[in-house]
């Protein structure tokens, strides 16, 4: 059974940098046809999906958050990163890792628990 566990600080400053980690287990990160994403849902809002990375350490992001975002992988841990750079208030939400067959949009067939991450000084 895979599972995936984000990890990260919940609180982060204005202008500094988000980074979160989630952790895959019972799976390997560098299955072939899986995309391993990381989305997220600001409060009132739906969710948005941030980038992802493929087996072959490809990554994706979207477009409207590309300037700002590096998703990496350490594949001797089964980890894959986020980091959001020049973050503000806005970029508070309810962060996921996840993973499906789709590089964007799901629909995914491994969803981690969720982290909080509030923007703020």
């Known amino acids: 059974q895979v599972q995936l566990q984000e990890s990260g600080p919940g609180l982060v400053k204005p202008s500094q940098t988000l980074s979160l980690t989630c952790t895959v287990s019972?799976?390997?990160?560098?299955?072939?046809?899986?995309?391993w994403s990381w989305v997220r849902q600001p409060p009132g809002k739906g969710q948005e999906w941030m980038g992802a990375?493929?087996?072959?350490?490809?990554?994706y992001y979207s477009p409207s958050l590309k300037s700002r975002t590096s998703i990496s992988r350490d594949t001797s841990k089964s980890q894959f990163t986020l980091q959001l750079s020049s973050v503000t208030p806005e970029d508070t939400a309810v962060y996921y890792c996840?993973?499906?067959?789709?590089?964007?949009?799901?629909?995914?067939?491994?969803w981690g628990q969720g982290t909080q991450v509030t923007v703020s000084s």
């Open positions: 996840a993973g499906g067959q789709r590089v964007s949009g799901g629909p995914y067939d491994y």
């Open positions: 990375i493929d087996a072959g350490g490809s990554a």
């Open positions: 019972g799976g390997s990160i560098t299955t072939n046809s899986v995309y």
